[in-house]
């Protein structure tokens, strides 16, 4: 069975950085995607970046310039890195990983960030 688990929110000041990790068990991440999003009660659930197995990164706009998304495939982690953080990025962050056409998503980890 397929888990993941978020850790690293938390209440953060403007400014500041976060880094958010998702610990994948029940499968190898190799050759998969992995990604981020998040979700505030405002707006629906939003992809902020995705890493691909092989390829490019990609970052949504709000995040782009001061987000670093990272993998460790042997030991089946990837991260989330957020700096210069602003009120906005106040959401609640789940990662999900992609296998052909099969989405997992863990159950979200909070950052506030706060002015």
């Known amino acids: 069975q397929v888990h993941l688990v978020e850790s690293g929110g938390g209440l953060v000041q403007a400014g500041g950085s976060v880094r958010l990790s998702c610990v994948a068990s029940?499968?190898?991440?190799?050759?998969?995607?992995v990604g981020w999003s998040r979700q505030t009660r405002e707006k629906e659930r939003e992809l902020v970046a995705v890493?691909?197995?092989?390829?490019?990164?990609h970052y949504d706009d709000s995040v782009k310039g001061r987000s670093t998304i990272s993998r460790d495939d042997d030991r089946g982690t990837f991260d989330l890195q957020i700096n210069g953080l602003k009120p906005e990025d106040t959401a609640v962050y789940f990662c999900?990983?992609?296998?052909?056409?099969?989405?997992?998503w863990g159950q979200g980890t909070q950052v506030i960030v706060s002015s």
């Open positions: 029940g499968l190898n991440l190799r050759g998969k995607t």
């Open positions: 999900y990983l992609n296998d052909v056409g099969d989405e997992f």
């Open positions: 890493q691909p197995a092989i390829g490019v990164k």
